[in-house]
Structure formats: C-alpha cells, structure tokens
C-alpha cells in the first residue's frame, strides 16, 4: 500500500471503515448463500473469489496502524450466533475435499503439517467477522476496526489465507489436468503424520471425476 493510499485513509477513516464493512458483510452474506446447497457446482471457485476478496481487506487492515478503541474494555456483543448449522452444512457440501493439510506458522522451523477442514475454517473465519460486525452495527467504529485487525492478524487471516491455499489448489488440480489420488483420507483428529509422500496422499479422498463435477470446472474439449 502506497504512502498516499494510507495518507488518504488517515484523512478519510469513514470512508474506511465503510469499505471494510462493506467487505465483511459480502463475505458473510456469500458464505451463508453458499452453504444453502443450492448450487454445488460452484461452490469452490466461489468460495476461492470470495476469500480471496476478504483477504484484501484484512491486507488493508493489517498495513494500517493499529486502530485504538474508545472504550478501555470490549463492550459486551451479546450471545454470539451459532456457526454449527452452517459448519455442517458446508462440511456436506465439500465432502470429498473438505480436509486438507497445512503448516500452521512457516517460520517455526520443521513444523509439521496438521490436518485442517475448509468448512471450519469458513466457520470460524464467519464467527470472527460477525463479532466485528455487531460493533459496527451497534455505532462502534474504532472498536469493529479494533477487533476486524486485531482478530486478522491472530486468527482469521491465517486461517483464511489456508483455505484459500487450499481451495486454489483444487482449482488448479481440475484446471491442469492433475487429479489428486484417491487415498483414505487424512485423520484430522490424531493429526499424525510421517514423511511427505504420506503427507500428500493423506491431503484428501478425491479423484478426478469427483472434483469435475461438484466444482463445476470441467475442462472445455
């Protein structure tokens, strides 16, 4: 981000705000249109534009500076909305590619890859968002910016940033004409794992002819 584009955020920090608001509540209203099953054929390449479209804002949030909230504590949101429904249903939805393997921080050295599953990540990435958002729709400015960065930089943004790494590579599997082997898949509760050809073959249940159809990507002849 140049130094004009933050010049002109710090003169401008309505305008701001109501961009990243405008965001998040795509993201939300999308991942919640998604998770309906009303059109399975699309649901990983729109899930991919619309992380990808979240992840720009939470770039313009984390090259910001650190937003200060009036209020020395965090005023109380209320009972956080329930996320499970919607876990569930797109964890159906995303079946045969729902787990994946990921390095939970690439700067710890020998970090060993974990099992993950897009649909959580979606959900939490939805729970987080939505906290933010009740700020902002009760009139708390700084303190939805507050957190939206705060809650960036600790815990949506890298779990997003996997999900798209995650749901990219399954576009670019059916795109390239490189199907995934159809394996057993990989045991997300234990997390064990040994070398790195066991690692890659434990990334999913998926063989070519079942990415084809439910994401919609088939090849043009």
Same mark, same amino acid.
């Given at each position: 981000m140049s130094e004009a584009t933050l010049n002109s955020i710090k003169e401008n920090p309505d305008e701001f705000s109501v961009q990243i608001s405008d965001q998040v509540e795509s993201f939300l209203v999308s991942v919640a !249109?998604?998770?309906?099953? /009303?059109?399975?054929?699309?649901?990983?390449?729109? #899930? #991919?534009? !619309?992380?990808? %479209?979240? =992840?720009?804002? &939470?770039?313009?949030?984390g090259a910001h500076e650190d937003f200060v909230p /009036?209020?020395?504590? !965090?005023?109380? $949101?209320?009972?956080e909305a329930d996320v499970d429904e919607m876990r569930l249903k797109l964890a159906a939805l995303l079946e045969p590619v729902d787990v994946y393997s990921e390095v939970f921080d690439p700067y710890v050295p020998r970090t060993a890859p974990v099992a993950c599953r897009i649909s959580d990540d979606l959900a939490d990435i939805v729970t987080d968002l939505r906290h933010g958002m009740a700020h902002y729709r009760a009139g708390r400015i700084s303190e939805a910016l507050w957190w939206w960065q705060?809650?960036?930089?600790?815990?949506?943004?890298?779990?997003?940033?996997?999900?798209?790494?995650?749901? %990219?590579?399954?576009?670019?599997?059916?795109? =390239?004409? $490189?199907? =995934? /082997?159809?394996? /057993? &898949? =990989?045991?997300?509760?234990?997390?064990?794992t040994s070398d790195d050809g066991e690692l890659e073959a434990e990334a999913g249940k998926v063989m070519a002819a079942e990415i084809g159809l439910p994401l919609g990507l088939q090849q043009r002849s």
């Amino acid at each position: 981000m140049s130094e004009a584009t933050l010049n002109s955020i710090k003169e401008n920090p309505d305008e701001f705000s109501v961009q990243i608001s405008d965001q998040v509540e795509s993201f939300l209203v999308s991942v919640a !249109e998604v998770a309906k099953g /009303d059109d399975p054929d699309s649901a990983v390449p729109y #899930l #991919l534009l !619309e992380l990808s %479209q979240l =992840l720009l804002a &939470g770039g313009r949030l984390g090259a910001h500076e650190d937003f200060v909230p /009036d209020e020395r504590y !965090e005023p109380d $949101t209320g009972p956080e909305a329930d996320v499970d429904e919607m876990r569930l249903k797109l964890a159906a939805l995303l079946e045969p590619v729902d787990v994946y393997s990921e390095v939970f921080d690439p700067y710890v050295p020998r970090t060993a890859p974990v099992a993950c599953r897009i649909s959580d990540d979606l959900a939490d990435i939805v729970t987080d968002l939505r906290h933010g958002m009740a700020h902002y729709r009760a009139g708390r400015i700084s303190e939805a910016l507050w957190w939206w960065q705060f809650s960036y930089l600790s815990n949506w943004g890298p779990t997003a940033s996997a999900a798209l790494r995650a749901l %990219q590579s399954l576009v670019a599997h059916v795109r =390239l004409d $490189t199907p =995934l /082997d159809e394996l /057993d &898949g =990989l045991d997300i509760d234990s997390n064990a794992t040994s070398d790195d050809g066991e690692l890659e073959a434990e990334a999913g249940k998926v063989m070519a002819a079942e990415i084809g159809l439910p994401l919609g990507l088939q090849q043009r002849s």
